[in-house]
T-cell receptor, first 113, second 115 residues
């Protein structure tokens, strides 16, 4: 196990709703990244946080937002959910240093109906 | 821009066979890092190996080995004497200095090892 935890495990929402996913980083890691993995595809980078600030962002609209807290835990918020947001959302943590190995949590499976 | 291509979508082998998973990458950076992750049905991505662009030495870890060739931009992964527990989706990934800190993944190879 990596020490990265995510909650909840599964979530079902309806289109237009808002959702918050949570991640707790591995001890000693101060950088967290979020990825979206659609069925049958590789994970896609959403954004990264370092020292509570966004440190890089992929090609996702502003309705995807995040927070990192002083204890390095993190949240991913998605507003105005769309059917295409149904996916596995993965959180990864690493030590400072962009190229350091990222260790992943078990993911949150989001279904949007 | 950077890109990772895993042309093999699915591979099926019989237990004890050797299998090689291919990975081809593209990046303009001279400093970059390559990774392999394993994703079992549970969904968690399990880190297997990290290799930087200045180290072309092949690596062996038990039944796993990796062949990194900059000349062909490839980073292939071989499992020797495969076992049923090796069945999973395997992802190759790349991060480079100019990539805005994002790990770029290939589309994955589903490996099924039959008993």
């Amino acid at each position: 196990e990596t020490g990265v935890t995510q909650s909840p495990t599964h979530l079902i929402k309806t289109r237009g709703q808002q959702v918050t996913l949570r991640c707790s980083s591995q001890s000693g890691h101060n950088t967290v990244s979020w990825y979206q993995q659609a069925l049958g595809q590789g994970p896609q980078f959403i954004f990264q946080y370092y020292r509570e600030e966004e440190n890089g962002r992929g090609n996702f609209p502003p309705r995807f937002s995040g927070l990192q807290f002083p204890n390095y835990s993190s949240e991913l918020n998605v507003n105005a959910l769309e059917l295409d947001d149904s996916a596995l959302y993965l959180c990864a943590s690493n030590r400072a240093g962009a190229e350091d190995t990222q260790y992943f949590g078990p993911g949150t499976r989001l279904t949007v109906l | 821009a950077q890109k990772v291509t895993q042309a093999q979508t699915e591979i099926s082998v019989v237990e004890k066979e050797d299998v090689t998973l291919d990975c081809v990458y593209e990046t303009r950076d001279t400093t970059y890092y390559l990774f392999w992750y394993k994703q079992p049905p549970s969904g968690e991505l399990v880190f297997l190996i990290r290799r930087n662009s200045f180290d072309e030495q092949n690596e062996i870890s038990g039944r796993y080995s990796w062949n990194f060739q900059k000349s062909t931009s490839s980073f292939n992964f071989t499992i020797t004497a495969s076992q049923v527990v090796d069945s999973a989706v395997y992802f190759c990934a790349l991060i480079s200095r100019g990539s805005a800190r994002q790990l770029t993944f290939g589309s994955g190879t589903q490996l099924t090892v039959l008993p």
